[in-house]
């Protein structure tokens, strides 16, 4: 097992990091992390009401004000024009974003859809992320970055592992199965993450200055936080509206769950360390669910080239962004 803990993260004075889901869970103890070590840390929540909250406990945690800041704005994953006008605002106030965590998601939820129609664990897990990164590209185009490079860092699951892509039906219109949506939607996560990282090195290996370009100078890194006890799965529980389930999610978090405090180690690991773009970070424990973080490898499904073309060419079409790369 690793060791490393955000206790080795390194200061980020001048900073700026953008966190989903920021006001609960492994985004709220990410949001304590990257501000104590000076970043100005956007929290992109769905709720400004719950995520002023959340600023305001850091801030009495930390004696009354944090070492770096915190910027509370509102961003719902489950509507494109939200993250729209998300993007356009955080561009209006910030030269530059040098970490993006894309964290924020839902989990096993009955079958609904979001604001624009996509099933929503799909549209909210990688759509709505999807659409993010691109929307603020030019803001980590133009950062200085953490070790040389700005961060995407976007959180999957180990239900990345049960997940498989159809392309006839991804917004299963078709079939539902909770559990399977999410899995889907985690490795959507995944195929996406090594996409991006995939087309940055193609466009630095391009980029030899001689027209004007660039290299894009960002990293695409993946994550999970294993088995993690967090208010996700008791959210799972009470949508499904069976009150077992609610008792065996709280004795599955109180009997196998780490605090959110170490699950999130992966994501600051992704976001502050020298690791390589494309790398997939996860807990270095029993069976990759507990412990500090260490570098691994996914599925072979997350890896297939084909299913991230489709995948990439969707989310294009769907959300209506583009990439530069």
């Not at 390194?10 to 700026?16: A, C, F, W």
């Not at 956007?42 to 719950?50: I, K, L, T």
């Not at 305001?56 to 930390?62: I, N, T, V």
């Not at 773009?277 to 084909?306: C, F, I, K, Q, W």
Request: aromatic share 8%; charged share 25%; proline share 3%.
């Amino acid at each position: 097992m690793t060791e490393w803990t955000a206790k080795e993260m390194p200061r980020l004075d001048g900073k700026t990091v953008v966190v989903t889901g920021a006001n609960s869970g492994l985004g709220f103890e990410g949001t304590r992390a990257f501000a104590a070590r000076g970043a100005t840390v956007v929290m992109a929540c769905r709720s400004v009401e719950r995520a002023e909250a959340a600023a305001s406990e850091l801030r009495a945690d930390a004696g009354g004000a944090v070492d770096g800041d915190l910027d509370v704005r509102e961003c719902d994953l489950a509507s494109l024009d939200s993250v729209e006008a998300f993007a356009d605002d955080l561009s209006d106030d910030y030269d530059a974003v040098d970490a993006l965590c894309n964290n924020a998601g839902v989990m096993a939820i009955p079958r609904s859809e979001t604001e624009d129609g996509f099933e929503t664990q799909f549209g909210v897990n990688h759509l709505g992320h999807f659409a993010l990164t691109g929307r603020l590209f030019d803001l980590l185009e133009k950062a200085e970055g953490i070790d040389g490079d700005a961060r995407v860092v976007t959180q999957s699951s180990g239900a990345h592992e049960q997940g498989e892509m159809d392309f006839s039906d991804l917004n299963w219109e078709n079939s539902y199965g909770k559990w399977k949506a999410y899995g889907r939607s985690k490795l959507s996560n995944l195929l996406f993450a090594y996409e991006l990282q995939r087309r940055l090195d193609a466009a630095g290996d391009e980029s030899d200055g001689s027209d004007g370009s660039d290299d894009p100078g960002i990293r695409s890194v993946a994550c999970h936080p294993g088995y993690t006890d967090t208010n996700l799965q008791l959210r799972t529980a009470a949508e499904s509206g069976n009150p077992l389930m609610k008792v065996g999610m709280k004795a599955a978090n109180l009997v196998l769950g780490q605090d959110a405090a170490i699950g999130v180690e992966p994501m600051l690991y992704a976001a502050t360390t020298d690791v390589d773009g494309g790398a997939y970070v996860e807990p270095g424990g029993l069976m990759n669910m507990r412990g500090h973080p260490t570098v691994g490898r996914s599925n072979d499904a997350s890896y297939d080239r084909e299913d991230a073309r489709k995948l990439w060419e969707y989310s294009t079409e769907a959300t209506g962004v583009e990439f530069p790369v």
